[in-house]
């Protein structure tokens, strides 16, 4: 009997396959930060609607539009120009208003970059250089003490990895 493993492939195995490849692709220039800005639950989901075409390539707000540009020229097509929506949305990084902090290190552990500097019951502080602006840390902070606010020009570092 013939092995199956020296056959050609199929044609559904090869569509698979690029699907396969072209998700992975588009999953490596996102941040992975998995904070589920997209509207999708982590960026692997996300990485998989893009690259089966099911999804616009500007709803990722951590990559901005360093991600936005990476993806179009990866996918070859043009961003889609809609301002003030997902990847075009003002860049954001988070700050702690430190009188508040209570040093509970809930928002150190949230973040995916380690973006978050402090000890228990020391103040926390938030190195804007590396902040993609994700926002998990807002949510488990028992003060409300962490804040966004602009971002600096540069992108931060968990964007420009490749
Ligand atoms: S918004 Fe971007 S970083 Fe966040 S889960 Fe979606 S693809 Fe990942
Ligand atoms: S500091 Fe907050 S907003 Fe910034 S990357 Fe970490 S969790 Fe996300
Ligand atoms: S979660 Fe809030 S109170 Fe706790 S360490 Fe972070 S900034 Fe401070």
Same mark, same amino acid.
């Given at each position: 009997?013939?092995?199956?493993?020296?056959?050609?492939?199929?044609?559904?195995?090869?569509?698979?396959?690029?699907?396969?490849?072209?998700?992975?692709?588009?999953?490596?220039?996102?941040?992975?930060?998995?904070?589920?800005?997209?509207?999708?639950? #982590? /960026?692997?989901?996300? %990485?998989?609607?893009? !690259?089966? =075409? *099911?999804?616009?390539?500007? $709803?990722?707000?951590?990559?901005?539009?360093?991600?936005?540009?990476?993806?179009?020229?990866?996918?070859?097509?043009?961003?889609?120009?809609?301002?003030?929506?997902?990847?075009?949305?003002?860049?954001?990084?988070?700050?702690?208003?430190?009188?508040?902090?209570?040093?509970?290190?809930?928002?150190?552990? #949230? /973040?995916?970059?380690? %973006?978050?500097?402090? !000890?228990? =019951? *020391?103040?926390?502080?938030? $190195?804007?250089?590396?902040?993609?602006?994700?926002?998990?840390?807002?949510?488990?902070?028992?003060?409300?003490?962490?804040?966004?606010?602009?971002?600096?020009?540069?992108?931060?570092?968990?964007?420009?990895?490749?």
């Amino acid at each position: 009997m013939e092995n199956r493993r020296s056959l050609p492939p199929t044609v559904t195995e090869e569509v698979t396959d690029d699907l396969a490849r072209r998700t992975a692709a588009v999953d490596a220039l996102l941040p992975q930060t998995q904070c589920g800005r997209c509207g999708y639950s #982590a /960026c692997r989901p996300y %990485a998989e609607a893009v !690259a089966a =075409g *099911r999804e616009d390539i500007d $709803l990722c707000p951590p990559g901005g539009l360093y991600t936005l540009a990476a993806l179009a020229e990866l996918l070859g097509c043009e961003p889609p120009p809609a301002p003030g929506r997902g990847s075009l949305q003002v860049a954001r990084v988070a700050r702690v208003r430190e009188a508040d902090c209570i040093g509970c290190v809930r928002c150190l552990r #949230a /973040c995916p970059v380690d %973006a978050i500097v402090g !000890a228990p =019951g *020391r103040m926390h502080t938030v $190195l804007a250089q590396d902040c993609t602006g994700c926002e998990l840390c807002l949510p488990v902070c028992p003060t409300a003490c962490i804040v966004l606010e602009a971002a600096p020009t540069e992108p931060p570092a968990a964007v420009v990895r490749r």
